[in-house]
T-cell receptor, first 112, second 112 residues
Framework: SQKIEQNSEALNIQEGKTATLTCNYT??????LQWYRQDPGRGPVFLLL?????KEKRKERLKVTFDTTLKQSLFHITASQPADSATYLC???????????FGKGTTLSVSS | NAGVTQTPKFQVLKTGQSMTLQCAQD?????MSWYRQDPGMGLRLIHY???????DQGEVPNGYNVSRSTTEDFPLRLLSAAPSQTSVYFC???????????FGPGTRLTVT
């Protein structure tokens, strides 16, 4: 069956450093990969989407890479701030009409 | 735009009771979905719909029913509540899985 693994349930880093979160998948060939942020008690909020034919996408301090050979996506937050502390979820989808499946998430804590 | 709305915010049920969790969106989105979120389990897909009149099962559909008679509404029915259905339920909508998902604020359900 399809499996999504987000390595590390928790990641602690110091302010100003780059946070790197990993999303691996098996038994799946996703057409799209998305990253979301979730704060306690709230619904997830969309951050970035990357397609299978794209290697990298950036948005301000965020960068996502997608390696379909390694079956892996990396999510980077540069110059991290305490306000970046949250749970980050990756999600995969096949072509149109298929469902969006989420990983369990990685909780990032940025200390000042 | 109200976005995605969910009612109720909180609910306590006794084992065996039935209820409907409401979800509505005003963005004319075709794709809608229901997830449950439990500690350490991430978001698990219950049911989803790619348009009015079309629904399909996700990873954990047992004990839940859905219907999609209009584009705007996607209610989730618990047929006979069980303690294992204690969870936080999120509804989401989008133009499709290749687009960002908009999540509602969630319904926290406790079954005693």
């Amino acid at each position: 069956s399809q499996k999504i693994e987000q390595n590390s349930e928790a990641l602690n880093i110091q302010e100003g450093k780059t946070a790197t979160l990993t999303c691996n998948y098996t038994n799946y060939s996703p057409a799209y990969l998305q990253w979301y942020r979730q704060d306690p008690g709230r619904g997830p909020v969309f951050l970035l989407l990357i397609r299978e034919n794209e290697k990298e996408k950036r948005k301000e301090r965020l960068k996502v890479t997608f390696d379909t050979t390694l079956k892996q996506s990396l999510f980077h937050i540069t110059a991290s701030q305490p306000a970046d502390s949250a749970t980050y979820l990756c999600a995969l989808a096949g072509q149109a009409g298929t469902a969006l499946i989420f990983g369990k998430g990685t909780t990032l804590s940025v200390s000042s | 735009n109200a976005g995605v709305t969910q009612t109720p915010k909180f609910q306590v049920l006794k084992t065996g009771q039935s209820m409907t969790l409401q979800c509505a969106q005003d963005m004319n989105h075709e794709y809608m979905s229901w997830y449950r979120q439990d500690p350490g389990m991430g978001l698990r897909l219950i049911h989803y719909s790619v348009g009015a009149g079309i629904t399909d099962q996700g990873e954990v559909p047992n004990g839940y029913n859905v219907s999609r008679s209009t584009t705007e509404d996607f209610p989730l029915r618990l047929l006979s509540a069980a303690p294992s259905q204690t969870s936080v339920y999120f509804c989401a909508s989008s133009y499709g899985t290749s687009y960002e998902q908009y999540f509602g604020p969630g319904t926290r359900l406790t079954v005693t």
